[in-house]
Nanobody, 127 residues
Framework: VQLQASGGGLVQAGDSLRLSCVAS????????MGWFRQGPGEEREFVAA????????GYADSVKGRFTISRDYAKNTVYLQMNSLKPEDTAVYYC?????????????????????WGQGTLVTVSS
């Protein structure tokens, strides 16, 4: 599967952005999907994930209550709605797909469980 992320940009603190990630192929509904981010000089970290059924979501504590992950099966797309952005949210955001399919409610926060990665989209939040 190929993943194409988009939607990043330069915004001010308190603004909102919606990231999109389009997946190629016909097996989108069989993948758990996740968003990760990597700030300057930092390791890539988990942001949010959604199960293949869409019924389970999980978030990093740093974004809980501000970010929302969702998926549209008709468009083979996963979204990350980011509200109340902070300068510390500045990073390259990556979408990823987990094909393990343990069950329809499963999601993971572990990078190594994601086999496919998008190219990343840069989000810059100014203070």
């Amino acid at each position: 599967v190929q993943l194409q992320a988009s939607g990043g940009g330069l915004v001010q603190a308190g603004d909102s952005l919606r990231l999109s990630c389009v997946a190629s192929g016909r097996t989108f509904s069989t993948y758990g999907m996740g968003w990760f981010r990597q700030g300057p000089g930092e390791e890539r970290e988990f942001v949010a994930a959604i199960s293949r059924s869409g019924r389970t979501t999980g978030y990093a504590d740093s974004v809980k209550g501000r970010f929302t992950i969702s998926r549209d099966y008709a468009k083979n797309t996963v979204y990350l709605q980011m509200n109340s952005l902070k300068p510390e949210d500045t990073a390259v955001y990556y979408c990823a797909a987990d094909p393990s399919g343990k069950n329809s409610y499963y999601l993971t926060r572990q990078r190594y469980e994601y086999d496919y990665w998008g190219q990343g989209t840069l989000v810059t939040v100014s203070s």
